[in-house]
């Protein structure tokens, strides 16, 4: 496919498990963000990569949650002993490189999302 | 928090056009406006974005004031599926932060038959 793909789309977990969540990003975007949508909300920023570097981490709200992408594709965002308020949507998105900017911005594309419960 | 403000909720006709508005009063000189709209369940889709000058897609248009301090996305004939919620972004990009998005609550527009 052509898009942004997420999986997997539903998980549930009891309170303390890990969980990981995978992102696979369009082919040749550079740029990959995680957000965090809680419902009814609208989506909050977590952490962002430039190939397999992660620049910004700012918006993880706590050290139980790790992002990482080791080969500048595919990424994965694992989050350790699960509270129920991390249950919430979780949702990848990926764009062009910075040097491929039209005009100088470029528009993000998102994932489906995964559904996190936390029972 | 967000740098933008929108109506809560609107309505719209269908075959007729949507004109959602959008306020960022404190928007500086190399933040450009972003649209996107979230259907139910799905992810955001990017719609168009903007700097200073109008711009026009296959999606929809945005007009944006010329003291930039207010932008007006426009659908030019809405149909059942525009409905979504509307997110109004103004963002600017910084080498180590890639243009992060900050989302507000949108503006839910229902277009009716």
């Known amino acids: 496919g052509a898009g942004v793909s997420q999986s997997p789309r539903y998980k549930v977990a009891k309170r303390g498990q890990d969980v990981a969540l995978r992102c696979d990003p369009i082919?040749?975007?550079?740029?990959l963000f995680w957000y965090q949508q809680a419902l009814g909300q609208g989506p909050e920023f977590l952490t962002y990569?430039?190939?397999?570097?992660?620049?910004?981490k700012s918006g993880l709200p706590s050290d139980r949650f790790f992002a990482e992408r080791p080969e500048g594709s595919v990424s994965t965002l694992k989050i350790q002993r699960t509270q129920q308020e991390d249950s919430a949507v979780y949702l990848c998105?990926?764009?062009?490189?910075?040097?491929?900017?039209?005009?100088?911005?470029?528009?993000?594309?998102f994932g489906p999302g995964t559904r996190l419960t936390v029972t | 928090d967000a740098k933008t403000t929108q109506p809560t909720s609107m309505d719209c006709a269908e075959g007729r056009a949507a004109n959602l508005p959008c306020n960022h009063s404190?928007?500086?000189?190399?933040?450009?406006v972003y649209w996107y709209r979230q259907i139910h369940s799905q992810g955001p889709q990017y719609i168009i974005h903007?700097?200073?000058n109008n711009e026009t897609n296959e999606m929809a248009s945005l007009i944006i004031t010329e003291d930039r301090k207010s932008s007006t996305l426009i659908l030019p004939h809405a149909t059942l599926r525009d409905t979504a919620v509307y997110y109004c972004?103004?963002?600017?990009?910084?080498?180590?932060?890639?243009?992060?998005?900050?989302f507000g609550q949108g503006t839910e527009l229902s277009v009716k038959p």
């Open positions: 998105a990926s764009s062009l490189s910075l040097s491929s900017y039209r005009g100088g911005a470029v528009g993000q594309y």
């Open positions: 082919s040749g975007h550079v740029s």
């Open positions: 990569f430039q190939n397999e570097a992660q620049l910004d």
């Open positions: 404190t928007i500086s000189g190399n933040e450009y």
């Open positions: 903007g700097l200073k």
């Open positions: 972004i103004v963002s600017f990009l910084i080498y180590n932060q890639g243009g992060k998005l900050i």
